[in-house]
């Protein structure tokens, strides 16, 4: 199965995942860019753990989702860029999500960060996805 969007369908899987209640995800195609989003939501504190595997060649990526009180600390995970439609922000144009309660993910020219991060080290880029 060819997959275009790899990002997409991480993000896609994970929402699933926690609509239907899953401790986890496996077997998510990945890359370097699906790996480093998983390493910021990590940091964040939004997922207990990723393990990135290989096999014949081809990496996948197993998520463990995080609970709180029985409810998930992800509230919503969407998209902002997308193939067809790269959205780019300077950094003093770097938009807020849920009034601070949330995070962007941003790949900038000194990786892929948070959007506070971004501020803090004044380089914009583009807007991977946000999550609250």
Known sequence: MSMNDL??????????????????VSNIPSSKIVEEISRVLKEE??????????HDGKKSISVDLKYYRNKNVISNIERVSSAGRRVYSQAN????????????????????????????????????????
């Open 93 to 132: 144009e770097i938009p807020f999500v849920r009034e601070g309660l949330g995070i962007l993910i941003v790949t900038t020219s000194k990786g892929v960060m948070t959007d506070a991060k971004a501020r803090e080290l004044n380089v914009g880029g583009e807007i991977i996805c946000r999550v609250w």
């Open 7 to 24: 990002v997409s369908n991480y993000l896609t899987r994970v929402r699933n995942a926690i609509l239907a209640g899953k401790e986890s």
């Open 45 to 54: 504190g939004y997922i207990r753990d990723f393990m990135v595997s290989d």
